[in-house]
């Protein structure tokens, strides 16, 4: 069985993550999401979320494309989940090209590209300037 794992935060969820998780799946065979908690994204990403780590993770779990859930703690983190889970392939998104090739001598490294039209940063833009 081949294994993938990606990572993010999926708030407010949107077809851009579900294309990235499509695709990430269609590289093996089961698709292991590590999710930042709510306090790696606040103390480290500087980053509040919409919905809670446990509504992400609800969300994440009920789509089909998504084998295992796990909690994304620390940046450090990538290196021994590779090895704890046996990931054959990382992936991510290619915003983030060259950034993980550390990676390489432990699994395959593939950087995905976007959805171009959407992201979560403009959605929250958008409701700020009263839109859809």
């Keep these: 069985m081949k294994k993938v794992i990606t990572y993010g935060t ?14 990430a799946r269609e590289l093996g065979d089961y698709l292991i999401v590590a999710l930042s908690t ?6 480290e990403k500087h980053k509040k979320c919409y919905f809670s780590y446990a509504e992400r993770k609800m969300m994440l779990e009920a789509i089909r494309y998504v084998d295992l859930v ?3 703690e620390n940046w450090e ?26 990676l390489k001598d432990k699994c395959e490294v593939v950087y995905l590209p976007r959805t171009p039209e959407i992201s979560t940063t403009q959605i929250k833009d958008s409701l700020k300037e009263g839109g859809k």
Excluded: C, M, S
């Design 77 to 102: 983190q990538k290196n021994t989940d590779v090895v704890k889970y046996g990931a054959d392939v990382f992936v991510i998104g290619d915003d983030w090209k060259g950034k993980f090739d550390f």
């Design 70 to 72: 796990v909690p994304e």
């Design 38 to 43: 709510d306090e790696f994204n606040w103390n």
């Design 10 to 23: 999926f708030d407010l969820l949107h077809y851009g993550h579900i294309n990235l998780l499509r695709r």
